[in-house]
């Protein structure tokens, strides 16, 4: 249970997958305008990336059978990319609202090096189906925490009066390496 838990907060806090590994970086600067919005996206993409690690592990268990293991990027991306299509379809049709709101990154979740990320690393490090469905979930947590947190930061910049040279992108990103910055003093925490 104690390495579940490192697992989770490593992947959350220590290392995440956007401020630290940079991966996912589309999603998280174009969807985190709206703090409804990001935490939509959030949610999307701790559905499919969880689902998805727990699928290309035991996927990837049968790879190691048949001694295929050369084929295990191929796979994942066929397999995160029809869970994108279920949960866009499942969005479209139970929440229409979020489905407009998420608009094209929607379907980007399919290209969101994140989640074959995750579904890679989880072969590297050589997790169990557990362990790997943990390391998921955590990622997919900090995911959520740091658009939820950009989102609430561009909230904020938007009502306040900011250079016309730093308005838009240039603030978003000068606001991400500052929360990069900061999460950088979890690296000891675990």
């Known amino acids: 249970m104690k ?7 490593g992947a959350a806090l ?4 956007v401020l630290s590994q940079f991966l ?7 969807v985190s305008r709206k703090m409804d919005t990001a935490v939509g ?9 969880t689902l998805s690690t727990l699928i290309t592990s035991l996927v990837y268990k049968i790879l190691v059978f048949f001694d295929v293991t ?11 990319a029809a869970l994108v299509q279920f949960v866009e379809m499942v969005l479209k049709k139970k929440i229409p ?30 997790y169990s189906v557990l362990q790997s469905v943990v390391y998921a979930i955590g ?24 250079l016309p040279s730093f308005r ?3 603030m978003v990103l000068l606001t991400a390496g500052l929360m990069a910055i900061a999460f950088f003093g979890f690296s000891g925490l675990v």
């Open 168 to 170: 838009g992108m240039p």
């Open 24 to 30: 996912g970086l589309c999603p998280f600067l174009g």
């Open 139 to 162: 990622t997919a947590a900090g995911f959520a925490i740091a658009i939820v947190l950009l989102a609430g930061i561009r909230e904020k910049i938007e009502h306040n009066d900011v």
């Open 3 to 9: 390495e579940l838990l490192l697992i989770a907060i």
């Open 97 to 126: 609202s979020l489905y407009e709101a998420l608009g094209v990154f929607l379907p980007l979740i399919t290209t969101n090096c994140a989640v074959l990320g995750v579904a890679l690393n989880s072969v590297q490090y050589e």
């Open 14 to 17: 220590v290392n995440n997958v």
């Open 41 to 49: 996206m959030g949610g999307a993409v701790l559905f499919v990336l």
């Open 70 to 80: 050369y084929l295990q990027t191929i796979v994942f991306i066929l397999v995160i």
